[in-house]
């Protein structure tokens, strides 16, 4: 029997994300830890926290431990937001009295350890959590990863992003992040009426970025890998508009502006309300 064909690859590149942030983080100063970025509320070191947090939850997910359940019932989208977000503040609070040396310490340990929990997955294997952005109730492990790299991904831009120093957005490691965002595509277009056969493309300029296709079909929009037939619309914006428009790092019309949208106008204007967060 053939081996299944992972759709999303993810699983090697979080060393080398993990060795990219690292090396980021002894390079800041201390201006450079306390300074604002696209998390609005958040600092550099907060978003370094928040990165630690992330680690924290899987290694103690892979021993078996859930923590405390959450103090109010979890029956919808917006609950499920409201639950991460007072998780995630709590822990940055706490962190504040942590040291940047301290907290990229524990950066650099328990990353090697989060890594190899996602090499040992069954990449097929029904995933401890959905990627609920994308509509899924229920997803298979590679995706649930794959959304775990977007967001390694997107966190450490943004520091990259506050500090001046880039470094992340290439083919190896931005593309697989804008690759996962895409497969929302679907959700966010799933209140938009167009008649069966309807194409978006939808291309992110550069040699990282790519083209992506969204077809109208009777049941519903859906992601196909080849045109097939001349698009009805096509949406080109660059790579650095992408990562923050489907993180909410800029404003839907701010991202609009900055992109060029050809065909039918109103069809390309949905992409932009995509968020492949949970916020």
């Given amino acids: 029997m053939a081996e299944q ?25 201390t201006d450079d830890w ?33 923590g405390d359940p959450p103090s109010n019932p979890i029956n919808n989208y917006s609950d499920l937001v409201v639950f991460l977000n007072g998780l995630n503040a709590t822990w940055v609070n706490a962190m504040k009295r942590v040291s940047p040396q301290l907290l990229t ?9 989060y890594s190899e929990i996602m090499t040992a997955a069954d990449l097929f294997a029904p995933a401890p959590f959905s990627v609920a952005w994308a509509g899924e109730d229920e997803s298979v492990n590679w995706f649930h990863i794959a959304r775990e790299y ?26 697989p992040c804008i690759d996962t965002f895409m497969c929302g595509l679907p959700h966010a277009y799933r209140t938009v009426n167009a008649n069966a056969g309807t194409l978006i493309q939808i291309t992110v ?38 990562w923050k428009a489907f993180t909410k790092g800029i404003d839907p019309q701010t991202a609009l502006e900055a992109s060029n949208i050809s065909g039918n106008i109103n069809l390309g204007e949905n992409l932009f309300n995509m968020v492949a967060v949970m916020a």
Wanted: hydrophobic residues 40%; neutral net charge.
């Fill in 205 to 242: 300029t550069g040699e990282a970025g790519g083209n992506w296709y969204l077809l109208k079909m009777a049941e519903g929009w859906t992601l196909i890998k080849n045109a097939g037939s001349v698009p009805d619309t096509i949406v080109t914006l660059s790579p650095d508009i992408a």
């Fill in 150 to 175: 977007t967001e390694k991904f997107h966190h450490q831009q943004q520091i990259r992003e506050a500090v001046g120093k880039q470094g992340i957005l290439t083919v190896e490691l931005f593309y």
């Fill in 105 to 113: 310490d524990l950066l650099e340990t328990t990353g090697k350890q």
């Fill in 5 to 29: 064909e992972v759709p999303i690859k993810t699983v090697h590149l979080f060393p080398l994300l993990d060795q990219k942030l690292i090396e980021l983080l002894r390079s800041l100063s």
């Fill in 34 to 66: 306390n300074r604002p970025t696209l998390a609005k509320l958040w600092t550099v070191k907060d978003i370094a926290a928040h990165l630690l947090d992330g680690n924290m939850r899987v290694i103690s997910s892979a021993h078996q431990f859930a």
